[in-house]
């Protein structure tokens, strides 16, 4: 297996930060309220994800207690850091010691990061393709993505989320400069109780996609097809965002609509899903339709959804027909074009 | 001062006033039921002198009030209840509260002097973590003395009035239940909403059809095949599923006041955007403090004009649920067997909007028998 389709992850963060929450609700669809009974993590435990076009996510979830930590980055640091694609680095945003010990185990990390992926130039000239700028792929070459996660922001009261997430930017920002980091450093602020995790993890999950330009263009030509407003396209599993074009004659109207809406959706059909599977039913297709749109959210691979949104008269059936239509043409897509 | 907005509208509108302790859960009721509140917020809920403000967005009217540690002022008192349709007491099942059950005795008393027909709906709340065997022993601990403190009152008393007992919690489905079976008995028209809802059933091959208020979800008629819990979860989740996509590409409502929540909450907003948006020939007032008389004309525009929302969710078992909106608070929502929406799709929605123009004629009966 080629290291472009298998890709290794690194989870990380202080015990209790919530690594495995995370891991459980986003791959192995728990419930946010079950993540409670979860017990700390010993050593690292490492997860298997195959993904659409063969891609292949190589997670790892390591303990973070400080037994553990200290060992990550001492006798273990050459198995854990080395040819890492992503680092994913948990922060609890209500840890009393954010500023201090916490940052403190991050830039080690940092540097262990470093020291087992030097840069070299002469290898890494991967082609990013012109992805979505806005879910920068522009790292892609230069080696591991870091992306901070300052965690269980729920806790924090919702006027101050923002200020405390920009002045933890700036903080960490400065101090992994300082100590010699010269890669990018991606933060988000989460919690397992809405759909910020969601948000975060797509853009995780977007940047390990290779060859998402050459999908968006198949998604705008079905997009011009059906006369839709707007396309998303889902993993199956995880539910995560892969993709999503918008109709640029609806640009305007866009602006009104909900801007975390495909994190929302995740969110809700996630849970709706896991509903029908209590009920051994599990979820095939949604339809609705209202005065105003109508939308349609089906298979449209094995390892894909697909939500097409009309905002015209068109009859769902009709959707439902046009999907149908499409499925051996990203069926195939899916199987060649992905992974290459 | 409480508004009392014509009277067709207290017909319409069942009145039902929550009194309890303080603590007990009755800001956590109308927070997670009518306002779409998540459970886990309501630690977060403040202790506010609790008014009487009556603006909910449902087929339901409220009230609350803590009930009193002190004098009680029977003047204000009996004005609320001779206006009530039901009484709901919210007492907490993890305090004790054996203190309680006296106060609450002369405060039923009361109620039933200023009007008879009260019904009175205990609700042993906070049932959420219990075992089901306490519960069921905690429930009878408190009917028994109830019923005692009832009868030392009067002998008479405790047999003339209706009491019922529920065990609810914000947690779960059961307030929504519980909820449910209230209201249930205060609309006259619910007989005849079962029957209409049996013969849909049997027309279309549904398995269940329940009469949703969209808003709260709680339900206000069913057929009368035998409920399952299980179902009455799925559906639930589908209406929420539903209402929050519906909110996804409108642009927000006015008068939503709820639209901005808080990231934590799980849930959606109180008001239906695509409804709002529509011909506003609603048979129910959609809103208190503007209510509305429906004539005929206007329920047979809505029923055949504009287009009602309605979806449908497959599952990999070839069944369906589906829901199809009745007006501006209400929805159906049925469990339709394997293949039956695909095969007989057109069959289905001529019997749905012949049930919808039933429905729509009940209430505008009723709205008419109550401007007289
Ligand atoms: N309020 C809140 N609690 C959370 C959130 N995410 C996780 N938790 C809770 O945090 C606790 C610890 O989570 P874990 O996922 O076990 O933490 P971990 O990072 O895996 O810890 P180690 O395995 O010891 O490294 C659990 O009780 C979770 O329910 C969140 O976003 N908000
Ligand atoms: N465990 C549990 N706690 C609840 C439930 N309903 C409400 N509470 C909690 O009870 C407390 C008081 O609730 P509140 O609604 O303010 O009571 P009120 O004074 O009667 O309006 C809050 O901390 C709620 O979180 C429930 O169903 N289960
Ligand atoms: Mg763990």
Redesign the pocket.
Known sequence: MSSKSRKKVLLMGKSGSGKTSMRSIIFRNQLAADTRRLGATIDVESSQIKFLGGLRLDLWDCGGQDSFMDSHLTSQSSTIFRSVHSLIYIFDAESPDLTSSDTHYFLKCLGALRDQNPINSDTVVESAGGADPAEGEEAEGQGPTVFILLHKMDLVPEAQQSSKLAEFEADVTKRATESGWKGNLKFYGTSIWNETLYKAWSIVIAHLMPSLSSLRSHLSHFLELSSASEVVLFERTTFLVISSVTAPSEAEDAEDWDKRRFERISTMVKAFKLGCTRIRSPFSSLTLSSPNYTAVLDTLTPETYILVLARNTIQPAAIELNIRLARPHFGKLEAIGMSK | SRGREGSDEHKARPRVL?M?????????????VFERMA?????????TA?STADDINSFISIQ?W?LPGGQLDPGAWNLAFEDMDAVIF?L?A?STFNDMIRKLAVTMQKAFDANAGIQFEIFL?????MSEDYRLDTLQNLRDRLTEELFDISPDLESSMNVFYHL????DTS?YEALSKVIQKLIPEQAMLERLLDLLCQQCSMDKAFLFDTSSKIYIATDSSPLDNQTYVICSDYIDLIGDFALLYEPSPLGSPFHSRSPSTGSRSNTLAPMSRMDSSAVLPSSPTAPRRATSADAGRLAKGARMPSSKVKLSTGATIAQWGINNNLSLVALLRPHMMEQHAALIDYNVSTFREAVLAIFDLHLGQGEE
């Open positions: 929550f309890g302790p303080r603590s007990g859960g009755k800001s956590s009721i109308r927070k997670v459970p886990n917020d309501t630690l977060f809920i403040e202790k609790k609350m803590d919210v907490d993890q709340h906070k049932i959420d973590g609810t919690s914000v947690f307030i």
